[in-house]
């Protein structure tokens, strides 16, 4: 996160001197590349941070699945498995839980979390949701770091709830 009180830019048209009061720029931390101006109650939560949670769903039997970013890192994601809450009814249909996080890095999302559990009802892939999802959404404030810590909680709730689903 840089001010934006003073700023020079190199354009087309050559050095620019400019500002943008009460405004901060957000900036990859390897590439320095712009992905935001956000206010300046926006707090930067880092990647490392946001997805600091999958450790503790990792220490509680989840696996890791996928992980990405979008929009030259502006968004960035990770799923895991919750090999544990897998379950077969009926002989075939497939009820399976899993988790995903999100966050963004241009002001325009929170950090969320999701434990969702779903069956396969048919053979072409269709799925259908179990039940409400276990979901958090931590905005990009002050508050942002305190509020990860009531999402652990959640979260080991939901992992318990999805274990003895299966079970």
């Known amino acids: 996160v840089h001010d934006t009180e003073n700023m020079t830019l190199l354009g087309e048209s050559g ?24 206010g300046s109650r926006y707090t930067p939560v880092s990647n490392a941070q946001a997805f ?6 990792r220490l509680l039997g989840a696996t890791f699945a996928h992980a990405g970013e979008l929009e ?3 968004k ?7 090999p544990e809450a897998r379950v077969h009814v009926g002989g075939s249909d497939l009820v399976d ?21 779903k ?13 409400s999802a276990q979901r ?11 509020r990860m810590d009531a999402a652990k909680v959640l979260l080991q709730g939901a992992m318990r709830y999805a274990k003895e689903f299966a079970a």
């Open 119 to 131: 069956r396969l009802v048919c053979t072409n892939g269709m799925t259908i949701g179990i039940g």
């Open 72 to 74: 030259h890192g502006r």
């Open 52 to 57: 600091a949670l999958a450790d503790d769903a």
């Open 15 to 38: 050095v620019i001197s400019t500002s943008l009061p009460g405004m901060r720029m957000i900036m990859r931390d390897d590439t320095y590349q712009g992905l935001a101006v956000v």
């Open 97 to 117: 839980f899993g988790i995903v996080f999100r966050t963004s890095h241009d002001g325009s999302g929170s950090i969320v979390g999701e434990v969702t559990g």
């Open 76 to 82: 960035t994601f990770l799923t895991m498995d919750l």
């Open 136 to 146: 958090w959404s931590i905005p990009h404030t002050a508050s942002a770091h305190d």
